[in-house]
Every structure is written in C-alpha cells, then in structure tokens.
C-alpha cells in the first residue's frame, strides 16, 4: 500500500486524469501486476441513499449502510452513511476459514493500492464492504449469497457528518484501455456531481395488494419453543434464538431504496444497511444492534438482548420500562450474551469495560444493552474479532455448538445473511459491523422477512410468537 501525497486537482480536468492514471498504468507494467488506485475526492454535500438510488445496477455488487443518530453513544459522533457500488476487486468463500481468508485477501488487494487524493478526509481511502451468512456453509444448494463476500468497490460515495467523499477504485494493469477507462471514470464522476440534494420519492403505498404466508406455520415456531423449553430444563442449552420467517408477494416490484429511507425515517438510531448479490437480490433492514465496531484502536461492542413493547402512552410505556429491567427471566437472558462477549474478548487478549445496563428504545420495542469497550492492539484485526463474537447468544444461544444444532434442526428456512455479521473495514483497520437483524430478503416481487426471539428458562411460546410477530410487523410496515 502507497500513499501519495495529497492531490486535490485529480478530477479537474478529464486530462489531469488521464495523465495521472498513465503514469500507474506504466507502473503496473514494470512490476508485471496489477496497480489498484484508491482516489479520494471531496463533494458537496449529497445523500449517499440519492446516489445509490441513481448509480447502482441490480446486478451488481452493491452495499448501503447508514447511522444517523449516536445519541446512546459515550462519545456521541456524528451519523456516517456509505454506499458501495460495483466491485473493483471481489472475493466470495464459503466454510470455517472464511474470516482468515477474508483478511487475506484485504491485505493482498492493499498491498496493489496506492492511495491517492484527500487521503485524510473522514472515510476516505479505500473501504472492503462485508456480508458473512449465519452459518459457516449454507445447506441450499444454489444459496443467495455466499459464506462470505468481500469486496471493494468501484464507487464509494459517503457522508460523515457534514463530510462528504467520493473514493473511486480503478484497476489498471498491461492490457487496460486508458481511454475507455477514463471515459468511464470521468462520466460517472460528472454524474454524482450534477445529483442534487433532493428527496426519495416514497414507494407507492400497496398494503392491501400483498399476499403473506409463513415460511413454516406459527404453531411449529411454537412447538420449537416448547422443544427448546424442554431442552433447556434438561440444561442442553441455557438459551436458543429461534427465528420465524414470513414471505410476502407484491403484483409490483418492492422498491428497497423507498423501503431503507422509510426505515432511516422510523429507526433513525438502527444501523440501516442493504448488500445485494449479483442476481438481482437485495438484503436490507434496520439493525439496533451492533457487532463491533473498531476506530483508531478503540473497540465497541455490547450485548442487546431482552425486550417488551412500547407502551401507548407514557405511563403505560414507562410500566413496561420498569418491568422490563426488573425482569429475572430478561435480565437473566441479557446477562447470558455479555458474559459471552466478554469472555471471547479477553481470550482475544483484550480486558473489555461494561457500562452498566440500560434501555434501548425504538419506535415499537424496547431492548436491554449493556455497551462494551476495549482498546485493542494494533496486531488484533477487526476480523479477528468479528470472528470471535459470531453467533453472539444474541442471535444463537448458549453453549453455541448446541444452540446452532438446535436451530439447524428445527428451523425450516435458511438464515442466509439474517443475524450474522454485515459491515465494513479501511486500510487503517478500523471499521464496523452490524447484526443483520431486523431485516428482509428482497427479490422482485417477493419479500422474505426474518425475526427472532430469545428463550429462556420462563419464556412462554404464545409471548415469544408475539414479540416476533412485533419485530416482523415493524419491517413489513416499511416495505410499502
Ligand atoms: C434475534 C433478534 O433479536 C435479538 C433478540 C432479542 C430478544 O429476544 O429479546 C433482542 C434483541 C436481539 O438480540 C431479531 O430481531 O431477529
């Protein structure tokens, strides 16, 4: 990885360009390999959804994430949005080694970079977007996405703060076509110029026109429950997250870009992403919960998990509050995920800090959230760490071989990206993952919606079925 000092007249003129890119060109051909160039530029500012909306292709690789408010944060920062588009360099794996290959082939792709332009701007300098599934190995055949899929994008259009930056990618080797290159280039960077800062237009509103249908019926999600109780009491596990699935049929085509301003609008402090694999299908959602997150060696991290509805009215909200961090079964099924983080982080050498826990709040629910900090070595990859939390028994249980055992047999359905680990990692190393929770699979015309729910020793199959009948509803109302 080179970095180059500072130039800001790179997208001057299209011959500034192409003058520029001629001189790694020739590089790439004295070394015999590839050169990628990572050229960071600053724009005015823009809403990064409005690009995604304008720029990206179905069939493309593709990432959106965003984090409006950090108003629950220690330090609050300000809201970041990034949107990747196109892959200027890819790597898809499936099995155990997917987070060690995944860092492998960052590092490999760095080591071709130089990294040139405004190169200290926040999020700048080139950005590897991430989606793991659930499980190491899907058992689909022809799965919607891979174990794990890395890749850096041709186009990376983000807002941090009142920031807003543009990192274009490009490979260039022997046989690349200067010309056409720079043509592509310079087109696409008129295009994000000439877009305004301007509004989404809502999807148009087709309640009345869907067709829902339980992937498996709501009496099986409770016969899992009741299994699971059984198992509990015989201490096979001490807790298992179970998910149920729901898909929807639209006679039009469900918008995901209408459907992610909706859920910023309605969850503004939910991580709020969307990956898309190259057949057309978009996986999107409104997570509140966070894996990990890495900046200049500070980690976060934290356990979500335990919760109750939002009440109608302030009494009836505050009653449940109360009830909810009262609770022994929820407290208990909270303290089951941070134990676990923290005892995955000090293996990892690190000596994790809790604050004590607190309430999470959003629009329809309420959750326990212990935040977790830790400073980390600079030999600790974030992967490294991703790796070591996932599945939390935020979203598996615990112990977690028996937990996953018990979801393989008793769901019907694949998880595929729900609840595992989507975000993204800079050359410096920091970085950010979500849980992909809350979330939906979007193919055309046809949605599948995933939600899940903790069990413990006193949960009850009839209150369990409620909550993610709750957390399914939240997403469906977004959709349309
Ligand atoms: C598994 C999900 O959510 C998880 C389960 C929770 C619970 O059971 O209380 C709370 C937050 C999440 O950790 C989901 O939303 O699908």
């Not at 909200?317 to 983080?341: M, N, P, T, Y």
């Amino acid at each position: 990885m080179t970095v180059t000092p500072r130039c800001t007249h790179l997208f001057q003129t299209r011959r500034e360009l192409h003058h520029f890119l001629n001189r790694y060109k020739q590089i790439s051909e004295e070394r015999i390999q590839p050169q990628i160039m990572s050229l960071s530029m600053a724009i005015d500012p823009v809403d990064p959804l409005v690009v995604f909306q304008a720029l990206a292709e179905p069939q493309q690789l593709n990432f959106y994430m965003e984090k409006r408010a950090f108003g629950q944060e220690v330090e609050p920062q300000e809201g970041v949005a990034i949107a990747a588009i196109g892959s200027a360099a890819k790597f898809t794996i499936n099995g155990a080694e997917r987070f060690t290959a995944a860092q492998q082939f960052i590092r490999s792709t760095l080591a071709q970079t130089a990294i040139c332009g405004q190169a200290h701007l926040p999020l700048a300098g080139p950005h590897f977007f991430c989606s793991f599934t659930f499980f190491d190995q899907d058992s689909d055949r022809k799965p919607a996405f891979p174990a794990a899929t890395i890749f850096l994008p041709e186009w990376q259009i983000s807002r941090s703060g009142s920031h807003c930056l543009v990192v274009a990618n490009v490979v260039l080797c022997a046989t690349t076509n200067l010309e056409e290159t720079v043509d592509r280039l310079w087109q696409t960077w008129q295009s994000i110029r000439a877009i305004r800062y301007e509004l989404i237009t809502p999807a148009i509103e087709h309640q009345d026109l869907l067709t829902r249908r339980d992937v498996a019926t709501t009496q099986h999600f409770k016969q899992a429950v009741q299994a699971a109780l059984t198992d509990i009491q015989q201490a096979t596990f001490h807790k298992i997250v179970l998910a149920h699935a729901v898909d929807v049929t639209s006679p039009l085509p469900f918008d995901a870009i209408a459907a992610l301003h909706h859920l910023r609008k309605l969850y503004p402090g939910c991580y709020l992403f969307s990956t898309s694999n190259d057949r057309g299908q978009q996986f999107i959602g409104a997570s509140p919960e966070r894996l990990v997150s890495v900046r200049d060696g500070q980690l976060k991290t934290g356990a979500l998990a335990g919760s109750a509805p939002r009440g109608k009215t302030t009494s009836a909200d505050a009653a449940l509050a109360k009830r909810l961090l009262e609770s022994v079964k929820e407290r208990h099924e909270h303290r089951v995920v941070s134990q676990f983080i923290c005892q995955q982080l000090a293996q990892l050498g690190l000596s994790p800090q809790s604050l004590p826990v607190r309430l999470l709040q959003l629009s329809n629910i309420q959750h326990l959230q212990t935040p977790i900090y830790a400073t980390v070595p600079a030999d600790t990859h974030l992967l490294d760490v991703v790796a070591a939390l996932h599945p939390t028994p935020a979203v598996a249980g615990m112990p977690r071989a028996a937990a996953c055992d018990y979801i393989r047999r008793y769901e019907t359905f694949e998880r595929s990206l729900y609840a595992a680990p989507i975000g993204w990692v800079d050359h410096h190393g920091n970085g950010e993952f979500a849980v992909g929770i809350r979330s939906a699979l979007i193919d055309g015309c046809s949605a599948r919606l995933f939600a899940g729910a903790g069990i413990v020793e006193g949960s009850a199959p009839e209150r369990e079925l409620a909550e993610v009948q709750l957390k399914l509803q939240a997403l469906l109302q977004a959709l349309i």
